[in-house]
Structure formats: C-alpha cells, structure tokens
C-alpha cells in the first residue's frame, strides 16, 4: 500500500528490532509463512524461505487418526504473528516470578521495579507504538495473546500492558506531540505514557496563555503514574468565549502521586491520582482537542506502518475492550489451572471423599467453569479477528456494531469472573488466604468488571435501545461520551447492517 521508500523503511525500523529482540528473528525464521506483518528484511525472508523448502522426511506407514491428540488452530489465529506468539511465551516464562511477587505487589501499590524490567526487556511496552518510533505496531490478535499471558500471571501485569497499549491511539496525535513522546522512550524502563480521566466527565482545567496552555487539576485512576515516561489527562479547556474537551500531555515531574489507591482488588495496578499543586504550563503541540480525536485516528494509517494503526476509528477504540476481556480471559485460565491443582491435592472438609477433585460437585464445577472461559474466549477471538480483518482490507464497525461488540465483550467478561467463582467457592475457605492467587483473581476480575466501560447493565442498555428501535445515546466506545461536534462517520462495512 506504501511507496517502495516507506517499505525500506519499515523494513530497516523491524530490522533494528530484530537485533534489540534477538527472540524476533528466531520466531520469524522459523514460522515465517504464519506472520502477516511482512516487513522482513530480504536477508531474514531468504533464510525463512530456505528453512521452509527443507523436505520433509516421509513417514514409513502413513496412518489417519481416530482422535484428534491436538488442538485445530481456530481461524481467529490468522492474523497471530510469531511477534505477538514470542511476546505471549516471554511472559509465561515470566508467570512464577510474577505470581510469587503478587502479594507484595499488592501492598505496595504497584509493580516490582523486576516486573516492569523484565516486561521492559520483552519489548511489551512497545508493543503497539510504531515500526518508525521502535515499536512493534502489533494488531488486535497478538494483543490478546500476550494480554492473555499476562492475566494467567496476574492481573495487575495484565493492566501494565493495557496501559502501554494507550500508544496506540496517542500515536495518532500531531507528529510534534508524537515526536516529543518518543524521544523519552529509547532507554525507559515502564510504559512511555499513562492516563488519567482522559474522557471523564470531571477532568482538569487548561486556560489559554501566550504559547500554550495553563493547566490545573486532579486526574483520577492514572494506572501506571510512577512507571510512565508521560502522563496524558483529560482538560475542560477555555480561550475566550470558546471552549471544550481536550488531552494534553504533562512532564510527571509537575505532578504530586497521590496515595490514594486502596481499593479490594488490582491493588498493584498503580492507579493513584496524580494532581498540580500549582498551575503547570502545557505548550500547544501537547494539546490536542477531542473535537480532532477522529480525524487522528482515521488519518494515522497514512503515517505508519503496521496493523495497529490501520484500523480506523471505532474498530481501534473497540481494541481497547478486547484488550480488557483478554486479560480476564487469562485470569479465567489461570484461576482455572490453580483450581484443578488445588483439587488434586486438598481433602475436602465434607463430604469424605480423599480429595477434591473426587467429588462430583468438583467435576460438575470444573466442567462449567472450562465452558465459560471457553465461551468467552471464542467471543474474545471473534472480535479480535475482525478488528484485524477490518485494517488489513478497509472498512470499520457501524455505530450499532460496536455498541453490540461492547456489549458482547462485557459478557464474555462476566463469564470469566463467573469461571474464576465456581473454583473459589469449591476449594472453600483455604482459598481466601491472601497468599493464594485465586481470591486475588476473583478480587481483580471484580473490580476489572466495575470499569464504566465494562458494566454489563449499562451496556445492555445502550444497546438494548439500538435493538428496539429507540433513538441511541450520543455515545461511542462502549458508553464514553462524544465531546467531538459530531459523531464518527461510519463506512459502509460492519459486521451487521446499520
């Protein structure tokens, strides 16, 4: 789709990943015809086609199976590169080291300075910003797929990830702000930018001033705040008498973390406040009206390569809710392999079988729980698959699709905090001793579900008045209200009919 010089240099930008990545490489020679990105270099397509044309060795007595010993990759794993499969295995390697370090993770508020390095180390927090700025630019799917990972693990992790993944859409802003952004990111350790009330309805204040802007105020829930190279929060801005909504990007060292997370679940996430003591300048090209966000958006496949920034407006704020459901569907997994571990080896207090998992209930309760998480999941790949599908080919989610695949995604969800539930409740009290992860995912997945972008029953009724017929809520992205004049103009294609 680019000129044969943005293909070179796209080319040179994964190249110079490939050696900061050794793992890259790896995975790219050896499954090179699954991986859909194709910014290879010659060299590395050469020696992948060469590692392909090796002949296999015959088998000596041909057999047709009578059962299937293997799982049939589903066709949602189409757009799954060995990028966004390295990343995943990284992470489970991962997996003790984070779990063991969970409990003081969660007393301290935040994330080992281990954890974040070694996630650093991984390439994770780049996973989405651009090949031109040493990033990935990596689509829906593989997002899943380490997010996944990272939920098995823990699902403050999970949340580190989500919040690095905001570069997806601040990368669309003016390329001065970008530019800026990115100049910070070669050598940090964490995130390159987190997020406070960004789209809340009560954000700060910015007043203009001679260059820029005077910014004031509070932003809540900024998940990531002390890790995070820049802190993005949402401004109700004035210029005279014109006004409205905008982001604007701050320096973290002109804002106070407040200690004032102390919440039932995701303790570890970092989601303090961060405030100004005292008015805090904000040049204009660190200013970016909401009125725009749009436009950014559906302009950014113009400006770089990779899945991530082809996807247009709606499917990449659709993105976000998969990324959230991925890392519940993660946590479903990994409460569930805890559960049946536990099951093995515990004796049930009553009835006076020798160990849990000999207990009919237990059997029932395993059973179900691996339908919802498995039922979630193929909701989860559904959506990632078409966010993919949409910016590789064109086209976007009618407003109606995207108000259903919010809702869709919230239930998928639902059944996973319901899938975690069923193995608490069967292992019993022994389970809620703050050392043992499945409580802290039955904590966390509460707590993920209570996100205004996740509750099932506001959801429900969003769509629900699309569904009847009932004019709809100046909404999009999953409730978030719409401060641009109008609303996203949407393509011809969806998944279902406007």
């Not at 070179?8 to 050794?22: N, V």
């Not at 015809?33 to 041909?62: I, L």
């Not at 969660?106 to 996630?119: F, T």
Request: proline share 5%; glycine share 8%.
């Amino acid at each position: 789709m680019g000129s044969r010089s943005e293909s070179t240099s796209a080319d040179q930008a994964w190249s110079l990943q490939c050696r900061r990545f050794p793992f890259l490489k790896l995975n790219c020679t050896v499954q090179f015809e699954r991986c859909k990105v194709n910014t290879c270099t010659r060299a590395d397509r050469a020696s992948a086609e060469t590692t392909q044309r090796r002949p296999a060795v015959p088998s000596q007595t041909p057999t047709i199976p009578t059962e299937m010993d293997v799982e049939i990759e589903p066709i949602a794993g189409r757009y799954l590169t060995p990028v966004g499969l390295a990343m995943a295995e990284g992470v489970s390697a991962l997996l003790p080291t984070i779990r063991a370090q969970a409990p003081q993770a969660e007393r301290d508020g935040k994330l080992s300075a281990e954890v974040i390095r070694g996630l650093t180390d991984l390439g994770i927090y780049k996973a989405v910003a651009p090949i031109e700025h040493g990033g990935f630019a990596l689509g829906a799917r593989d997002l899943a797929e380490i997010a996944m990972a990272l939920g098995r693990a823990d699902a403050s992790a999970g949340w580190s990830f989500f919040v690095a993944c905001s570069l997806r859409m601040v990368s669309s802003f003016p390329a001065p702000l970008v530019e800026d952004l990115y100049s910070r990111a070669a050598d940090h350790s964490g995130p390159t930018a987190a997020g406070g009330s960004t789209f809340a309805a009560i954000t700060g204040t910015a007043s203009r001033v001679e260059g820029g802007w005077q910014v004031e105020g509070k932003w809540t829930y900024t998940s990531g705040n002390h890790d995070a190279a820049w802190i993005f929060g949402g401004v109700s801005w004035h210029d005279g008498e014109r006004g409205g909504h905008a982001i604007v990007m701050m320096d973290p060292a002109g804002l106070e973390h407040l200690d004032d997370w102390h919440v039932s679940g995701m303790g570890a996430s970092d989601s303090n406040s961060v405030v100004t003591r005292q008015p805090m300048f904000v040049a204009d090209k660190h200013f970016v009206d909401l009125a725009d966000l749009p436009l950014h958006m559906n302009s950014v496949a113009s400006r770089f390569t990779g899945l991530a920034y082809q996807a247009r407006a709606r499917a990449s704020m659709l993105t976000v809710a998969t990324q959230n459901i991925a890392i519940l569907v993660g946590m479903a997994e990994g409460a569930f392999d805890v559960f049946a571990d536990l099951a093995q080896k515990r004796k049930p207090f009553s009835p006076p079988y020798p160990t849990i998992a000999e207990m009919p209930s237990a059997q029932v309760a395993a059973g179900k729980a691996k339908a919802k998480v498995n039922a979630a999941k193929a909701i989860l790949l559904q959506y990632t698959d078409q966010i993919d599908h949409f910016a590789t080919h064109g086209g976007d989610f009618s407003a109606d699709a995207e108000a259903q695949g919010s809702m869709d995604l919230a239930f998928a969800g639902n059944l996973c905090q319901e899938s975690i539930n069923l193995g608490l409740q069967i292992i019993g009290s022994s389970a809620m001793a703050l050392s043992n992860p499945l409580q802290r995912f039955s904590r966390d997945a509460q707590v993920i579900l209570s996100h205004g972008a996740l509750r099932i029953e506001s959801l429900a009724e969003i769509t629900g008045r699309r569904l009847l017929g009932q004019a709809p809520f100046d909404m999009f992205a999953a409730g978030l209200q719409n401060k641009a004049p109008t609303p996203p103009t949407p393509s011809s294609h969806s998944i279902r009919s406007e």
